[in-house]
């Protein structure tokens, strides 16, 4: 790489460089370093319109609603690992919740047959944080009704939640620091997932 950016711009007379798509001798007006390799200009500017429409192609005709179907199921299954390991082991391992990210944008990017856009990151970010207030209600009312049942109490806390106001109080029992470090992983991570990719500045001749 370094290398190469010094090929780049030495252009001795005695060094002789040829495009490397159509092999034609390069004269110092009609070169272009991109990566690795030099081109004549019209070999880079076809090459870098390949590349755009190739890129461009990735973020067009998303299939949303399929793209919705792996978020969901992505966050669901995230939720319920987290919530099957804090049962059973009693501990609350927030960085499931990097999980929860995860499989939500690599649902999202699958299903939608590998594209990346803005409106998957959105869709992701939506998703990821339901499944993460998800994740959370699961265990805390898993903890809560253990701990009415030791009490002799009849009540339960169900699922679906009872009341919308039931749901507030058992997702932010216990609530702390930690919980939004782990909500600003799982955004983290459904954005960055399905952000499309950038193509690095034009090379400048
Ligand atoms: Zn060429």
Redesign the pocket.
């Known amino acids: 790489m370094n290398q190469s950016q010094a090929d780049g711009t030495t252009d001795t007379a005695l060094a002789v460089n040829h495009?490397a798509?159509?092999s034609?001798t390069l004269t110092a007006d009609d070169t272009v370093a991109a990566g690795d390799r030099l081109?004549?200009r019209?070999?880079y500017g076809s090459l870098r319109a390949e590349l755009e429409a190739t890129v461009a192609s990735m973020s067009a005709d998303v299939n949303y609603p399929q793209a919705t179907v792996g978020a969901v199921l992505g966050g669901v299954l995230g939720a319920l690992a987290w919530w099957g390991f804090t049962v059973l082991t009693h501990i609350a391992f927030g960085l499931f919740a990097v999980a929860i990210g995860y499989l939500v944008g690599h649902g999202a990017v699958r299903f939608a047959g590998g594209k990346r856009s803005g409106g998957l990151q959105a869709l992701s970010i939506g998703v990821a944080l339901l499944s993460y207030l998800f994740a959370i209600y699961l265990v805390n009312m898993t903890f809560i009704n253990k701990a009415l049942g030791e009490q002799g109490e009849a009540f339960r806390v169900g699922f679906p939640p009872q009341s919308l106001g039931l749901l507030i109080r058992v997702v932010t029992v216990d609530a702390g620091v930690m919980d939004l470090v782990f909500l600003a992983i799982v955004v983290y991570e459904a954005w960055k997932i399905p952000r499309p990719i950038r193509l690095p500045p034009e090379a400048a001749a």
């Open positions: 495009c798509q159509c034609r081109f004549c019209s070999c």
